[in-house]
């Protein structure tokens, strides 16, 4: 069987500092011919895996059925696929031009789906910022000093997030387990400054375990771990990119970009197989 690191359609390549990349070497080749098992594998492995030169979809249903073929998909209120375009007066700093932090999606839903998968529409263009972050946490959890990991493994998160889609509360340690292979990973969905009046819709976030001066310096030196560029990757969007990731591994958050720029991604989210209840959700 032909396996997505072994095939003449296309050429694998590493990306740096984490995840890897195909690039199809053939013109007309579609994302549709690349074995969605061997993909799964690699994301899993990889945790990031980037389809570039590929044929794709034309439309947010052929996108939508493709994503079928991973597994059950995320239902939400407009479907399975979030078109991700700045609007002009977003109710919700997903909609805005503004950075995101980082998260992990599901956070407030019955269930965490395990995949992401981004398409491309159309790219931002060149120096004009959005670029979609991944923090590698497994990683960032062995390269980081184990005093420093203690301190973070004694905080919990209380999240409360009021959106379009949801008003819910999540409770999580930061430091908790993959829950399928059990490796260490990061939960955390990163605090924004209070005085930022550009952010729309802040979460109400908070964070006990540890006295004030504790709590403010796991904030610094998490935040310093999962921005180091030796754990992110920052996906500099082109049009036509297929991006496949690890939810269950990873945090990502979203580069600001200019305002107006033409910045179109579709997201799909894929559940395991079975579905993982979100862990965290209150209410
Ligand atoms: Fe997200």
Known sequence: ????????????EPVTPFGL??????????????PVEALRALVREHHLVLLRGFDSFDSAGQFSAYCESWGELAQWPFGTVLELVEKEQPEDHIFDSSYMPMHWDGMYR???PEFQVFQCVHAPGVDNGGETTFSHTPRVLERTDPRTVEQWARVTGTYHRAMEFYDSVTVSPI???HPVTGTPVIRYNEPTAA???????HPDLTFTGLDDAGIAEVHRTLRAALYDPEHLYAHAWQTGDLVFTDNYTLLHGRNAFTSGAPRHLR?????????????????
């Open 195 to 201: 005085d930022d009046q550009d952010f729309v819709n």
């Open 175 to 177: 430091v908790t387990t």
């Open 267 to 283: 997201r799909v989210q894929v559940h395991g197989n079975p579905p993982l209840a979100n862990p965290g959700l209150v209410k």
């Open 21 to 34: 990349a195909l690039h199809a070497t053939v013109p007309g080749t579609h994302v549709r011919e690349v």
């Open 1 to 12: 069987m032909s396996t997505p690191a072994t095939d003449s359609r296309w050429a694998v």
């Open 110 to 112: 019955d269930h965490i």
